[in-house]
């Protein structure tokens, strides 16, 4: 139960009051305890003025947050405000309305009173900080137009084609700039700064620009007046504009001007020597279309050809040589009409072959059809028949596109091949076997005529995996079997006097005799190809160091076998960085030999070794390079960001890794086709394709289709590697394209991505297997 | 005579990397800037891609390094649209792609710089200008194997040599703007018009295949 205060006494002290309507206060005479009660009552009278008080200071500070709320709006809408000049006034006025809302739910005068007189020193803060900012941004904005005002000046100035506006137009820039200077936006010193920097940008740009439209101009107008003794340029002064360049700028400049003119002079040239170009090629053309027509009728029917006709016919004045040549060769051929003794397609035939197909820039290559008529007339002393023009031509045609160049590349070294099965040589040979060669040209041609018309493609009849083959065509013309040098050497050391012993048949196939005779030629290419590749000197490795053995292989790689010119006496395993391979000698590594000592036989390995016996993957040394390989195609892994070469050539690398073995030849080729490529940045990474094709000499890598390889592709290759260069053509057909043009017999194919369905035919109609998505055998025609 | 130039790309990526992340993009940008025309020549010919989406893209990135950011979203949007606008081998347009490739790749590689803060985005989208140039003097050479010879014969060329020059001038004063803090805007702006006016030289080149 609640208790009186102690001080008041007990309710027995307190006594008993009745309730007065009348009075406010009840007041009676109560002795102490009634004193006391008095004095309470007169405090609760004080305590409702002090409610009231109270209630008064709560609706100030309602008004106080209320009116603080509001100003932050107000602050915040005024941020953005552009209009500086009324922005304070506009302020003050918006703040005092808000005041006076606020006030007004105060009900005490003081209370409102004083709350009003409080938050009008905040509202004059306030308006205060509003003014300085106006002011700042009406400054800064005064500054940007001016600068934005000295921009367009520039622009205008260089605008001009008249000098006589110059002066207004700066003129006006200098007026708004004082203007600006004189309303605070600019200090003087920005003042001055301003009018200069745009002057200069005016002159740098024009000088710039006059470099770049007209450069011989500015040559004329920039050039130095004298050069120092330090032989750096000085400027006299002129008068104009010219002046206010820097003088370093302008000797740059100028330096852009006479590039530039340069660059004109060179495109004028090359532009002058296109045009001729292509006059010379029209004409060239038109001679030859002429000349075309009678080489196709002559070498069927010479007596057919109207002589008288082809003399009249009109050739460009440039083309007299070729009409020349042509009368001549016709007139031979009519001649010799009938004349079994010179048909055929020519005794020179096959050395005029060899030019028309030589490598580009060799200096009797011919690639004028001038050149092969007069071979035919009388000058050519029956070097070519009609016929043999006829086939001739074709070859000086194959260049129009990449599947001409091709299948003629195809052909080419086809007939390289029968040539040499035929007569021994793939240089002219004795007139014997040159008349079987002609013999078999007399059925190849025809053939292979006939065959193009029924509708085989050229790749069927000159690809040895093809059941079209055109080469089996050659033993019927290759030369009667010779005596084996055994049977030979019995036959010489005889007692008999009888040298006709009948002797034995040669039973070996076509290809075994071939390899023979081409063998020793392979050989001594194969030596120079692996001291290359073995950053050795042969010569000077064969003089200078010892001899160790032979070449030998067992089921762990390469081997040295012990001979009688060796000076070891036991078998010991091959190892690249102290060992050199020369054919099947085996020497110790010398340094008087090495041709570059920082190449490491780990290096050899990578760059690949060569066909046959020397193949990386059999290396015994490679074990260690195994262990790069696999690195070099972890990092090629990572870099390649998920190509399909990129997979291979790490799964290549965790098998290698796994199983402590060298990866196979392919995988390496792979590795190195992938390194070439990752030399590219990202986008083109992804883009392009680059492949790498091992074949029986260097390893030839290419780029396509987008492009072929790019400079920093080309400065990576390695000594036994080249690049192949088809724009447009795919990196397969590049490099494969590439390789029948310079005779090589493609081995191993790598690509980056995967081999599309065109490459894919075309490696087959080559004699290719694809051995996965990205990677393509080549077996060799023996097998 | 001035001294022989050699594209450099680790020394540019160290220079690049000392510059602030919006005037790497500035230097990419203008690389793009010089070879659009070589897209825009190889798309009327071929029929094949659509130049106003890196026409687009460029603008972006201008108005983004002046004030104008892009979100990242929207960089994404539009490195994807220049993505699928670049040639490859994929495509069997018939007429050569190379340099409208490299001009793509340019573009993508600005916005690339922009959304990784990486020198090397900028310094690829440079690399790509310079390949343009050194692969129309190698595609002149009259050989089918590229020897050394012909490597040093290409970068000696004023073409390439002119190209070589601008990025370097470009990395001068972009490096200055840099030290002066001041007045990005219209240093970017200057350099822009000048790799327009310089893009003319670029689509000569192209225009004469």
Redesign the interface.
Same mark, same amino acid.
């Given at each position: 139960m609640p208790k009186l205060p102690e001080a008041l006494g007990t309710p027995q002290d307190v006594g008993a009051v009745a309730p007065d309507p009348s009075r406010i206060i009840p007041h009676y005479e109560a002795g102490q305890v009634g004193a006391a009660m008095q004095g309470f009552a007169r405090d609760l009278g004080a305590s409702a003025n002090q409610v009231q008080d109270v209630q008064d200071r709560l609706s100030r500070a309602a008004a106080e947050q209320d009116f603080i709320s509001k100003k932050l709006d107000i602050d915040q809408q005024f941020a953005g405000d552009t209009d500086y000049a009324t922005a304070p006034q506009r302020y003050r006025q918006a703040l005092l309305q808000t005041l006076n809302d606020t006030s007004q739910g105060i009900l005490g005068p003081v209370q409102r009173a004083d709350f009003q007189q409080q938050m009008s020193r905040f509202t004059e803060v306030g308006v205060d900080s509003i003014l300085r900012q106006s002011v700042a941004k009406a400054r800064d904005a005064g500054r940007a137009n001016v600068t934005q005002a000295a921009?367009a000046t520039v622009s205008d100035a260089l605008r001009t084609p008249d000098e006589a506006n110059l002066n207004p137009i700066f003129n006006a820039l200098n007026d708004r700039i004082q203007a600006s200077m004189e309303a605070g936006y600019l200090s003087p010193e920005e003042a001055v700064a301003l009018r200069k920097s745009t002057a200069q !940008?005016y002159v740098s740009?024009r000088g710039? #620009?006059l470099a @770049?439209a007209d450069p011989q101009q500015a040559v004329d107008t920039l050039r130095p007046s004298a050069l120092g003794d330090d032989g750096q340029p000085s400027f006299a002064k002129v008068g104009d504009w010219r002046d206010l360049i820097d003088p370093g700028e302008r000797t !740059?400049i100028l /330096? #852009?001007a006479q590039?530039n003119l =340069?660059?004109e002079q060179?495109?004028a040239d +090359?532009e002058a020597l296109r045009q001729q170009r292509q006059q010379q090629k029209a004409e060239a053309d038109a001679g030859n279309a002429i000349a075309s027509r009678y080489v196709d009728q002559l070498a069927v029917d010479p007596t057919s050809v109207d002589v008288g006709a082809l003399a009249r016919e009109r050739f460009p004045d440039s083309q007299q040589d070729t009409r020349q040549a042509l009368l001549g060769a016709a007139q031979t051929a009519i001649a010799q009409a009938g004349d079994k003794t010179a048909a055929g397609y020519g005794l020179g035939f096959w050395q005029a072959f060899n030019r028309v197909t030589a490598a @580009? /820039?060799a200096p009797n290559k011919i690639t004028d059809p001038a050149e092969l008529l007069k071979l035919a007339g009388p000058e050519g002393g029956g070097a070519l028949t009609m016929q043999g023009v006829h086939q001739l031509q074709r070859f000086l045609d194959a260049n129009k596109t990449v599947e001409d160049r091709a299948q003629s590349a195809m052909e080419q070294n086809f007939l390289r091949q029968a040539h040499a099965a035929i007569t021994g040589t793939e240089a002219p040979a004795d007139p014997a076997s040159e008349a079987r060669f002609q013999n078999f040209l007399g059925a190849y041609f025809p053939a292979l005529q006939d065959s193009l018309a029924s509708g085989k493609s050229a790749m069927q009849l000159l690809s040895a995996a093809s059941s079209d083959y055109l080469g089996k065509l050659i033993p019927a013309f290759a030369p009667p079997p010779t005596p084996r040098p055994d049977t030979a050497a019995a036959a010489a050391t005889s007692d008999r006097r009888d040298k006709d012993i009948e002797t034995p048949p040669d039973n070996r196939s076509f290809w075994e005799r071939l390899g023979d005779r081409w063998g020793a030629a392979a050989r001594s290419w194969n030596e120079d190809r692996q001291a290359q590749l073995q950053n050795v000197d042969p010569v000077l490795t064969r003089q200078l160091a010892p001899r160790l053995g032979s070449l030998g292989e067992d089921d762990a790689g390469v081997i040295i076998v012990p001979d009688s010119r060796g000076i070891l006496d036991k078998t010991i395993r091959f190892d690249p960085t102290k060992h050199v391979i020369l054919g099947n000698d085996i020497y110790e590594r010398v340094p008087e030999a090495e041709e570059s000592p920082r190449l490491s036989g780990a290096r050899a390995f990578l760059g690949g070794l060569g066909p046959g016996p020397l193949a990386a993957s059999t290396l015994a040394g490679g074990i260690e390079a195994a262990g790069a390989g696999a690195r070099a195609a972890e990092v090629a892994g990572a870099e390649a960001q998920g190509t399909r070469a990129a997979e291979a050539a790490s799964a290549g690398a965790r098998v290698a890794e796994t199983a402590g073995a060298a990866p196979t030849e392919i995988e390496v080729l792979s590795q190195r086709a992938q390194q070439i490529h990752n030399i590219l @940045? %990202? +986008? %083109?990474r992804?883009?392009?394709?680059t492949a790498a094709l091992s074949t029986d000499g260097p390893t030839i890598v290419g780029g /396509? &289709?987008?492009? @072929?390889? $790019? *400079? &920093?592709q $080309?400065?990576a290759l390695q000594p036994g590697e +080249? *690049?192949?260069?088809? %724009?447009?053509a #795919?990196a397969e057909v590049t490099v494969l394209t =590439?390789a029948l043009?310079s005779g090589l017999r493609p081995r191993l194919l790598a690509t980056t991505?995967d081999i599309c369905p065109d490459c894919r035919r075309y490696i087959e109609s080559l004699g290719g297997r694809l051995t996965s998505e990205t990677t393509a055998i080549f077996p060799s025609p023996e097998k | 005579m001035a001294a022989q130039l050699d594209f450099d790309e680790p020394d540019l990526i160290a220079r690049l990397a000392r510059l602030p992340s919006k005037l790497r993009v500035v230097f990419a940008a203008l690389c793009a800037e010089r070879q659009l025309p070589n897209y825009i020549q190889f798309s009327k010919r071929s029929g094949w891609g659509n130049p106003n989406v890196l026409k687009d893209a460029l603008e972006s990135i201008w108005q983004d390094t002046q004030g104008q950011p892009l979100t990242k979203a929207e960089l994404e949007t539009i490195l994807e649209r220049c993505m699928a606008s670049i040639p490859s081998d994929e495509q069997d347009t018939k007429k050569e792609p190379a340099y409208a490739q490299d001009a793509a790749a340019s573009v993508a590689y600005a916005i690339g710089a922009r959304l990784t803060d990486d020198p090397k985005e900028a310094a690829w989208a440079a690399r790509r200008a310079f390949e343009a140039v050194d692969y129309f003097v190698m595609s002149q050479i009259d050989s089918t194997t590229i020897m050394g010879e012909h490597l040093r014969f290409a970068l000696s060329q004023p073409i390439v040599q002119a190209e070589l020059r601008r990025q370097q001038a470009d990395l001068q004063d972009l490096q200055l703007a840099s030290a002066e803090k001041s007045l990005w805007a219209s240093v970017i702006s200057k350099l822009r018009d000048r790799a327009r006016r310089d893009a003319e030289l670029f689509l000569n080149t192209a225009a004469r295949q």
């Open positions: 921009g !940008s740009q710039w #620009r @770049d !740059s /330096g #852009r590039q =340069e660059a060179r495109a +090359i @580009d /820039g @940045d %990202p +986008i %083109p992804k883009l392009r394709t /396509g &289709a987008v492009k @072929d390889l $790019e *400079s &920093a $080309e400065a +080249i *690049s192949a260069k088809l %724009p447009g #795919r =590439e043009k991505r | -």
